[in-house]
């Protein structure tokens, strides 16, 4: 089989960006013939100050999403970063073999330093290293990403190529994979920028927690234009991502949604979509209430992952210790 690695930041909550762009389609993958790893990257999240009990919560509540979404850690290996200590190990070992300028050329680190010009930590900088440990140590053929993403795999590929031509085979080179369904969602209040976790203006944003009133709310102010009709053109950005949102849920096509609001406006439209994604959410809302609600079982699931990740992760570090020249 097939092995796909995936991470996914606890920085925040889920938007409907990560969910419909990435957690559902990712999540399709177990039951497609592949052997999936997927961890919450809580180490990751440290190279921007985080304040500690929100990190904690964050992560704790991404994981019963991603359980509560039908995650099946039976077939997949779930774990949290930080309790698989091979993560820390290899990258370490990596940040050795990888260098100053490729590091440099990294168009995340120049974004994130240039907004957090006041944090520009070492872990900022060799936060590819830690990624690339990520996914070397499972020997993951592929890794799910969107177009943003797709730089931090190409150094992970240049990290284990490098490796092996020194040492001889010991990683898996990886591949992008991208979904064929990978919607990506803009913001509801600015189209043209990406719908993230971490944007100021929380109406911009719908959250997968979000209550039925708040989806409704956010979706009746979305930017539109100064036109009315429903139509999946240039120029309406903010009507074609309502429509990209809709599509996503729904499964219709952009044509049967234009018949559908033929002669109507987007005050009809807009609280269709809302409805939509209302009607997608809850079950896995529900699901989720009952998750977080049992924190013994939910601790117990993460601690048992752990190991299994660890088991996998080991094999790999152990070859590569002992090809560097690290007594064991
Ligand atoms: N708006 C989006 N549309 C489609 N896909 C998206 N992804 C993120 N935003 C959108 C995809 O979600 C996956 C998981 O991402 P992540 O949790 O590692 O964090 P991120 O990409 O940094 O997402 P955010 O929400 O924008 O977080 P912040 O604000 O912290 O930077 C990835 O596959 C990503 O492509």
Known sequence: ??????????????????????????????????????????????????????????????????????????????????????????????????????????????????????????????????????????????????????????IARDIAERFNGIYGDTFTVPEPLIPKHGARVMSLQNPLSKMSKSDENQNGNISVLDDPDTILRKFKRAKTDSGSEVRFAEGKEGVNNLMNIYAAVTGKTMEEIEREFEGKGYGDFKPAVAEAVISELRPIQERYHELLADKEFLEKTYREQAPRAAALAQRTLSKVMRKVGLVS
Request: net charge neutral; proline share 3%; charged share 20%.
């Open 1 to 154: 089989k097939k092995r796909i690695l995936s991470m996914y930041q606890c920085t925040g909550t889920f938007t409907l960006g990560n969910y419909l762009g990435a957690l559902r389609n990712h999540i399709k993958l177990q039951d497609e013939g592949y052997q999936c790893v997927y961890a919450l990257a809580d180490l990751h999240a440290l190279t921007v100050r985080q304040v500690p009990a929100e990190l904690r919560r964050y992560t704790k509540e991404a994981y019963a999403w991603l359980l509560a979404m039908g995650l099946d850690t039976e077939k997949t290996v779930f774990f949290i970063q930080s309790q698989v200590p091979q993560h820390s190990q290899l990258a370490w070992l990596l940040n050795c073999y990888t260098q100053f300028g490729e590091l440099s050329r990294m168009t995340q680190f120049k974004d994130k330093s240039a907004k957090h010009a006041d944090n520009i930590n070492a872990g900022l900088f060799t936060y590819p290293c830690l990624m690339a440990a990520d996914i070397l140590l499972y020997q993951a053929d592929f890794v799910p990403v969107g177009a943003d993403q797709k730089q931090h795999v190409e």
